[in-house]
């Protein structure tokens, strides 16, 4: 028997477990025999409630994980000579070992970006360089949405991107891991959230289930034959009635919101609680669900051992503190207590 214990720590939204809601649509789902690969009544279910949120006909295609999920999305829009705009900071960029590259078979075409987001202006400024046969073409602008630095794009603020995009004949794509945190964030917009986006990876991990995205086409013409390019990047499930059914779960009653929205009060709750402690300095008021902080480093390794963190961000010896669905008030009042107990001893 496997026991798990400790404390609830502030390394990653993908160490929480899974809800309870989720892991009863699975054992739900976990009954008979149905076709595989989609083909099933459960997997319907889920693309009518993708309709359903939209407000309008979506295709919508399951993975198994985000980089998968934007790997095959990228993959399915460019050729071989394309290149995709993204943030140097980007999840494409920073912490997928090349697999979009590799995969989807362009270059990536950084801009520098301290908050993770990417701006008209740099848009403009890639367009506006040198175009001929000798540099990839620009075809792809990939955004993150939240960025790994935590912050949100405001539905005007995406729309004026968006908008140079279309303006240049470029496609969008947006790596929405965390797209529930946005949407909360900016008051349940979920139209605001996506503004212009063409091609959405729809984040489930993160947020309360086992494992699974989703790639969503809001442009539906897109995703012709995105069914052979799922296939040959290895991201067709063929017991796709696992995912579909963890997505039921979330949208079919607005729980998807809902615990984002707790993870996103968690963080601001934690912000406003390490403010005025003389051990931390929060220089960034989080977004959503990620929260920045320097934590004196005669506490920081011993704090990090009984509540992990981690240690990357928009500056030098920054931390980073992700708080979860699950995160409670509790979790913060044992953590700032220990964090306290440290400086007290290390003083």
Not at 200 to 223: C, D, I, R, S, Y
Request: aromatic letters at 8%.
């Amino acid at each position: 028997m496997i026991t798990l214990s400790g404390n609830r720590g502030f390394e990653s939204d993908n160490c929480a477990p899974v809800h309870p809601r989720v892991m009863a649509a699975l054992e739900a789902a976990n009954r008979g025999h149905v076709p595989g690969y989609g083909y099933d009544p459960v997997t319907a279910e889920a693309d009518c409630l993708f309709d359903r949120l939209f407000g309008r006909h979506v295709e919508v295609f399951y993975t198994f994980n985000g980089t998968g999920s934007n790997a095959a999305a990228l993959a399915h829009l460019v050729r071989p000579h394309h290149g995709i705009v993204c943030a140097d900071t980007s999840h494409i960029n920073a912490a997928e070992t090349c697999a979009p590259e590799r995969i989807a078979g362009g270059k990536l075409l950084t801009v520098p970006s301290a908050d993770g987001k990417v701006t008209p202006a740099q848009l403009e400024g890639i367009l506006g360089g040198w175009q001929s046969e000798h540099v990839p073409k620009p075809a792809v602008l990939s955004l993150t949405q939240v960025t790994d630095e935590g912050m949100v794009y405001a539905p005007e603020e995406l729309r004026a991107l968006t908008d140079a995009a279309h303006r240049h004949g470029m496609v969008v794509h947006m790596d929405g891991a965390r797209l529930a945190n946005a949407v909360a964030a900016n008051r349940g917009d979920l139209a605001g959230s996506t503004a212009g986006v063409d091609v959405l990876g729809f984040g489930g991990t993160k947020n309360g289930m086992m494992f699974g995205e989703a790639v969503v086409f809001l442009k539906t013409e897109l995703a012709e034959e995105f069914a052979y390019t799922r296939k040959s990047c290895g991201q067709l499930p063929s017991k796709a009635r696992y995912i579909a059914a963890q997505f039921i779960a979330l949208l079919e009653d607005g729980l998807w919101l809902e615990l984002a929205g707790n993870a996103n009060r968690m963080a601001r709750q934690l912000y406003r609680r390490m403010g005025g402690l003389p051990w931390f300095r929060t220089p960034y008021e989080p977004q959503a669900n990620e929260l920045f902080a320097h934590v004196d480093e005669r506490i920081k390794w011993k704090l990090c051992e009984a509540f992990p963190f981690q240690h990357f961000g928009p500056e030098p010896g920054i931390s980073r503190f992700v708080t979860s669905f699950d995160t409670e008030e509790a979790d913060i009042d044992r953590f700032l207590a220990c964090a306290e107990e440290l400086y007290r001893q290390r003083g």
